[in-house]
Structures are given as C-alpha cells and as structure tokens.
C-alpha cells in the first residue's frame, strides 16, 4: 500500500518569504506521480504542481517549486515570495499506474500580511 | 473550457436514508473519481468511473455505489447512511485514451453532506 506523510500539520511564513512543506512518501513502485494540490477555504482543490518520477529534473511552476530526490522518497513544496491568496491547506499526493490519488493528510499554511 | 461542477452544495440527511451527489466532468474528460474528504483530513478515494464502468475501487462498503452517463456526468449514491458518512465529496475528472488514465485529474468544489 502507498501512503503519503506529511509531517508539518501547520506553517505561518510572512508576505514575500519563502516556505518549504515537507512530504515523504512510500511505495515499492518505480513509476509514479506525484502532486501538490492546494485547497483554500473555499473548497476547491487546485493542482499546484506535477511531478513524475523518472524525470530527475524538480518541477517549476512560477513561484512553486519542489524538491524532488527518488531515493530518500521526499518531494518537498517551496513557495517563494509568498503571497495572502497563498493561505490554503496544501496535500501532498501519489499516483501508480491505478491512477487513484493517495493523500497526505495536508498542511495548513497561513501567510501574515 | 468548462471546469468540473458539483451538486448540491450542501446536503443535510439523517442517519439511515439515501443520498445522491451529482458531477459534470471537465470538457474533454471521459473519466470520473469520487473521494471522500473527512474534516482536517486527506481525501479518500471511494472509485472511478470510465466508460460507465467502475475502473477501481477504494476501500469502501458496497453501499457506495456510483454511475456514469453516455455525456461522462457522474452520479454518486451511498445507501443507508452512517453518522460518519458526513464529509466533502470531491469529484475529479481526467482523460483516458488508449486504455490509459491521464495522471493529471482536476477536481470539483465538492459537496458537503451532513448526516444527523
């Protein structure tokens, strides 16, 4: 079975700082994806980032960036320069080849104006 | 391009009755997943729906039940419901061509059903 720890159950970062979410997960898998989605109090859940395991190149999305190293089984999220409409809870999350999403149990990140 | 709509938005019920939650998938998405998102916790995922068949099953008591129409909308149905049945149920949708699910699944803003 795959799961998905996120140890950080909340992270406060001021206006136009940077912030790193941690995320590890486990599977005996070699293909997968994995993703960060971000969830604000209105529900929705927004992809923020992709990521797929045989690139060994981390993902960029504009201000969001991850860390991603295969071997200790670690894809961490940076946010730069961030900003109040970062305020979400984030999940990390997982997919094999069954093409269902295992999430972390998420991190709640509040940005101090 | 139209994104994934959920209905309702809130749903009360008691303990006991039926329920149905309903999805439109994104334009050009021909695959449906339920999951069920618990306060403070991570979603769950409950199934997936492809060609009006289930394509994979969480784990789930069969009185989760689900359906997908020729237009790929979804309908999610759980019977006999249980105090703890009350959650947010996301819905996404995503691509298969070729016998292959896209990895990338795009999700609704749910339905927030309450069980008294």
């Known amino acids: 079975a795959q799961t998905v720890t996120q140890s950080q159950p909340e992270m406060s970062v001021q206006e136009a700082e940077t912030v790193t979410l941690s995320c590890t997960y486990d599977?005996?898998?070699?293909?997968?994806?994995l993703f960060w989605y971000k969830q604000p109090p209105s529900r929705q859940m927004i992809l923020v980032i992709r990521q797929e395991a045989y690139k060994q190149q981390n993902a960029t999305e504009n201000r969001f960036s991850v860390n991603f190293q295969k071997a200790a089984k670690s894809f961490s999220l940076k946010i730069s320069d961030s900003q109040l409409g970062d305020t979400a809870m984030y999940f990390c999350a997982f997919m094999t080849n069954d093409y269902k999403l295992s999430f972390g149990a998420g991190t709640t990140v509040t940005v101090r104006a | 391009e139209t994104g994934v709509t959920q209905s309702p938005t809130h749903l009360i019920k008691t303990r006991g009755q039926q329920v149905t939650l309903r999805c439109s998938s994104q334009s050009g998405h021909n695959t449906v997943s339920w999951y069920q998102q618990a306060l403070g916790q991570g979603p769950q995922f409950i199934f997936q729906y492809y060609r009006e068949e289930e394509n994979g099953r969480g784990n789930f008591p069969p009185r989760f039940s689900g359906l997908q129409f020729p237009n790929y909308s979804s309908e999610l149905n759980v019977n006999a419901l249980e105090l703890d049945d009350s959650a947010l149920y996301l819905c996404?949708?995503?691509?298969?061509?070729?016998?292959?699910?896209?990895?990338?699944?795009?999700f609704g803003p749910g339905t927030r059903l309450t069980v008294l």
């Open positions: 996404a949708s995503s691509y298969t061509t070729g016998g292959r699910v896209t990895d990338t699944q795009y």
């Open positions: 599977t005996s898998e070699n293909n997968y994806y």
